[in-house]
């Protein structure tokens, strides 16, 4: 599974998106959190992290060049502290 989520965001096309969502998830029950940021309007998952922290969602913009960034116009967020 870990290969074909590597093969599939090695694959994916970097395409600007102009509404983000953001949010945390649980998973295998217990405290294990994913972060996972999503394109509103296409209904597509851009980025996905484990845990849920500040770090974790800092990963998602490191690779986005300055034409990305500048696309963004709105991001919705879950208010947990690290993100804000």
Known sequence: ?????KRGT???EAI???LLGVDE???RKGHRYLTIVNDIE???VEFI?????????AEF????TP??????????????EPYV
Do not use: C, H
């Open 67 to 80: 034409e990305q960034l500048r696309a963004i116009e709105a991001i919705a967020m879950d208010m947990w």
């Open 25 to 27: 998830k649980a998973f």
């Open 49 to 57: 992290s484990e845990n849920r922290k500040k770090a974790s969602l």
């Open 10 to 12: 090695l694959r994916k």
């Open 42 to 44: 296409r209904g597509t």
């Open 61 to 64: 913009y490191k690779p986005r």
């Open 16 to 18: 600007p998106s102009r």
């Open 1 to 5: 599974m870990d290969l074909a989520v």
